[in-house]
Each structure stands twice: as structure tokens, then as C-alpha cells.
Nanobody, 114 residues
Framework: QVQLVESGGGLVQPGGSLRLSCATS????????MRWYRQAPGKERELVAG????????NYGDSVKGRFAIARDNAKNTVYLQMNSLKPEDTAVYYC???????WGQGTQVTVSS
């Protein structure tokens, strides 16, 4: 059974940091690129960051470049999203995904507010 379980979301003040985790099981994690997406109320889903299977390639959405960092640990079947200098406009539900397989997590809420 495939599972992608996000954690680490919460309420943070502007300028703060959060680290999201996505623990996976049920597929060969180390062979697949992974992505983080987000969706804010009333907005379309947005690609936040992606990482290749061996971590050699990463890419970021324009709105998060220089503030967010994606990483993975293939030994732990887990992908991470380090989010720094958070802004209110980063408020959204964040999802991890294995895009080539069509697998998605349930999402974790991130709220940036004072």
C-alpha cells in the first residue's frame, strides 16, 4: 500500500521557519523524483519545489526561490522542505507527490500569520 504522509505544518509568524517532512512507503522511493506543491484557498495548485531521484537536480517555483530548500533521504524514504523567511502569502496546504507515479499525500496546513 502506497503512503505519503506529510508532517511539520503549523502556525508560524512572518519571517519564521518550518521544516516539512514527507514519509513514504509502498514504492521504490529512491528511483523517483519528488515534488512539493501547495494550494491556497481560492487559488490553483502551485509547484513549490522538485528534486531528482539522486538529489542532483532541484528546482523551485519563482515565489520561493532563495527561501525554500528541498532535500531527500533515500535511506529513510523521506523528502523534506525547509521553509525560511516565511511570508503570509506562503499560507497554504502543502502536498508532497511522486509525480511520475501519480501518488499524493494528504497535505499539511501551513499558516503564516502574526
Amino acid at each position: 500500500q502506497v503512503q505519503l504522509v506529510e508532517s511539520g505544518g503549523g502556525l508560524v509568524q512572518p519571517g519564521g521557519s518550518l521544516r516539512l517532512s514527507c514519509a513514504t512507503s509502498g514504492f521504490t522511493f529512491s528511483r523517483h523524483p519528488m515534488r512539493w506543491y501547495r494550494q491556497a484557498p481560492g487559488k490553483e495548485r502551485e509547484l513549490v519545489a522538485g528534486i531528482s531521484s539522486d538529489s542532483s537536480i532541484t528546482n523551485y517555483g519563482d515565489s520561493v526561490k532563495g527561501r525554500f530548500a528541498i532535500a531527500r533521504d533515500n535511506a529513510k524514504n523521506t523528502v523534506y522542505l525547509q521553509m525560511n523567511s516565511l511570508k503570509p502569502e506562503d499560507t497554504a496546504v502543502y502536498y508532497c507527490a511522486a509525480p511520475l507515479l501519480g501518488f499524493w499525500g494528504q497535505g499539511t496546513q501551513v499558516t503564516v500569520s502574526s
